[in-house]
């Protein structure tokens, strides 16, 4: 069965970066997209960014662009998500998802807390 799991989460002051990761374990697996999403208490889950499963092509939300970036080198390489000029309001849990279409999700991971505080 495969699983996403995340990684590199954490504490961070204002204005720093962070680089989560997120893999696949579980056996041979490929989907379309692979996106991370983040959610706090009492909140929507939300958008952060995407990319397809080759890396060819990239969205963010409005509040991630220009400071974070999602990459990945190659499909038998992890999902990358670069954080820079970390807001407090950027604190969440980071989740890493997968499918089989553009904003149609199958898999999700555990998450990994981000929190950005002085």
């Known amino acids: 069965q495969v699983q996403l799991v995340e990684s590199g989460g954490g504490l961070v002051q204002p204005g720093g970066s962070l680089r989560l990761?997120?893999?696949?374990?579980?056996?041979?697996?490929?989907a379309y997209v692979m996106g991370w999403f983040r959610q706090v208490p009492g909140k929507e889950?939300?958008?952060?960014?995407?990319?397809?499963?080759?890396?060819?092509?990239?969205?963010?939300a409005d509040s991630a662009k220009g400071?974070?970036?999602?990459?990945?080198?190659?499909s038998?390489?992890?999902v990358y998500?670069?954080?820079?000029s970390l807001k407090p309001e950027d604190t969440a849990v980071y989740y890493?998802?997968?499918?089989y279409a553009w904003d149609r999700y199958t898999y999700w991971g555990q998450g990994t807390?981000?929190?950005?505080?002085?």
Request: aromatic share 10%.
């Open 21 to 30: 990761s997120c893999g696949a374990s579980g056996g041979t697996f490929s």
């Open 45 to 60: 889950r939300e958008f952060v960014a995407a990319i397809t499963w080759t890396g060819g092509r990239a969205d963010y």
């Open 67 to 74: 400071r974070f970036t999602i990459s990945r080198e190659n």
């Open 76 to 78: 038998m390489r992890p």
């Open 81 to 84: 998500l670069q954080m820079t």
């Open 96 to 99: 890493c998802a997968a499918g």
């Open 113 to 118: 807390q981000v929190t950005v505080s002085s």
